[in-house]
């Protein structure tokens, strides 16, 4: 079945730790994104790849980093400079230009926590 | 211009009633207008959508209504049940850009048997 996987689906981190997300898609989408969920907040933009080795800030890039060198994959870094990494974290694709069409797809989510 | 605000922030429905989510925009060029619903500890899905070119899209129990004049568009839930008990976002889509969505801040739906 085509879909989103994010691994892991908990994750612990403690201070001064940098982590990485996981986010793999075999939907053939050229883009990716990567969302935030804190309760009350909605969903707050990372970053977003439109095409392999280029991505873009999002709202919220401070603290996050993320590299884009295969289309299925699009991984995401919390690094230590992220002061309040905890909270829920999707990862989402679709069609290239295509999101205004069909919506994205979304993952499972990983649940950040630190410790 | 990007934002989209989203009323209530949650809401409590018994079961067979109607379940009204509302979302205010500002950028005009936006052109297209999905909800997603998601269940604790999953990702969204997409639910229903909406072009401004049209004022109401009905899918089963599910109906988006548009206002454009008004930059609003709301989700209405007929016969609420307890499994629609969920998070949902409203969003908001502009065509050609590479940022896609933007998202409302979440409305918590439940639905009491």
């Known amino acids: 079945d085509g879909g989103i996987t994010q691994s892991p689906k908990y994750l612990f981190r403690k201070e001064g730790q940098n982590v990485t997300l996981s986010c793999e898609q075999n939907l053939n989408h050229d883009a990716m994104y990567w969302y935030r969920q804190d309760p009350g907040q909605g969903l707050r933009l990372i970053y977003y790849s439109q095409i392999v080795n280029d991505f873009q800030k999002g709202d919220i890039a401070e603290g996050y980093s993320v590299s884009r060198e295969k289309k299925e994959s699009f991984p995401l870094t919390v690094t230590s400079a992220q002061k309040n990494p905890t909270a829920f974290y999707l990862c989402?694709?679709?069609?290239?230009?295509?999101?205004?069409?069909?919506?994205?797809?979304f993952g499972s989510g990983t649940r950040l926590t630190v410790v | 211009q990007q934002q989209v605000k989203q009323s209530p922030q949650s809401l409590i429905v018994q079961k067979g009633g109607i379940s009204i989510i509302n979302c205010a925009y500002e950028n005009t060029a936006f052109d297209y207008f999905p909800w997603y619903q998601q269940f604790p500890g999953k990702g969204p899905a997409l639910l229903i959508a909406?072009?401004?070119?049209?004022s109401e899209k009905k899918e089963g129990r599910f109906t988006i209504s548009f206002n454009k004049s008004a930059k609003q568009f709301s989700l209405h839930i007929m016969d609420s049940q307890p499994g629609d008990s969920a998070t949902y976002f409203c969003?908001?889509?502009?065509?050609?850009?590479?940022?896609?969505?933007?998202f409302g801040s979440g409305t918590q739906l439940t639905v009491l048997p």
């Open positions: 969003a908001a889509g502009l065509s050609g850009s590479a940022r896609q969505l933007t």
């Open positions: 909406i072009r401004p070119d049209v």
């Open positions: 989402a694709s679709s069609r290239s230009g295509t999101a205004t069409h069909y919506g994205y797809t």
